[in-house]
């Protein structure tokens, strides 16, 4: 049974930089085609796909936060990551990190998720 | 972007009921790639439908999919008192990004 968790600080002040790490386990996050992926929730609001990342390395962002994110990815840990530059209150949110079954059309695994609250 | 309207917002039923969502989408996807989610308070959303009607794994045979398209419906027969959450689709077509519906609150009557 793949597990997935995420990890990080709970408050960042505004313009800095928002770092997540996702930790998979009961599987290899190299093992299968998967894509893994970052999703947020503000409170009281939907859902907003934020990028995805192959075990390769190969990512694909969402257009609306393109310029301000990274996803990268560490084997050797079995984890991946999310880094969202220049945050502001818009971006507080509860962030999930997620797998992208086979092939890559809905989110079947998903973290717990964890509260980011930017604010000074 | 391909932007999904859920209807209705809100839906008050009676476990033991019947309960129809929509999901609309704002352009034909070519393929079925609609996926639907229940998400209880303080919780991650959970898989339900994948391929606009393929249960996922552990989900009861009272949830079903259909549709195709533009419109597309989740349905949950014989409601039982843990159905009741908020539901989302989401679409995977022929280009990123993903997206979600806006949600449904399906409530106890």
């Known amino acids: 049974q793949v597990q997935l968790q995420e990890s990080g600080p709970g408050l960042v002040k505004p313009s800095q930089t928002l770092s997540l790490t996702c930790t998979v386990s009961g599987g290899s996050i190299s093992s299968g085609s998967y894509y893994w992926s970052w999703i947020r929730q503000p409170a009281g609001k939907g859902l907003e796909w934020i990028g995805r990342i192959y075990t390769s390395g190969s990512t694909n962002y969402n257009p609306s936060l393109k310029s301000r994110v990274t996803i990268s990815v560490d084997t050797s840990k079995n984890q991946f990551s999310l880094k969202l530059s220049s945050v502001t209150a818009a971006d507080t949110a509860v962030y999930y990190c997620?797998?992208?079954?086979?092939?890559?059309?809905?989110?079947?695994?998903w973290g717990q998720g964890t509260l980011v609250t930017v604010s000074s | 972007e391909i932007v999904l309207t859920q209807s209705p917002g809100t839906l008050s039923l009676s476990p033991g009921g019947r309960a129809t969502l929509s999901c609309r989408t704002s352009q034909s996807l070519n393929s079925p790639y609609i996926a639907w989610y229940q998400q209880k308070p303080g919780q991650a959303p959970r898989l339900l439908i994948h391929g606009a009607s393929n249960r996922a794994t552990g989900v009861p045979d009272r949830f079903s999919g259909s549709g195709s398209g533009t419109d597309f419906t989740l349905t949950i027969s014989r409601l039982e008192p843990e159905d009741f959450a908020v539901y989302y689709c989401q679409q995977y077509g022929h280009s990123l990004p993903y997206t979600f519906g806006q949600g449904t609150k399906l409530e106890i009557k």
């Open positions: 997620a797998r992208l079954c086979y092939p890559p059309t809905s989110f079947d695994y």
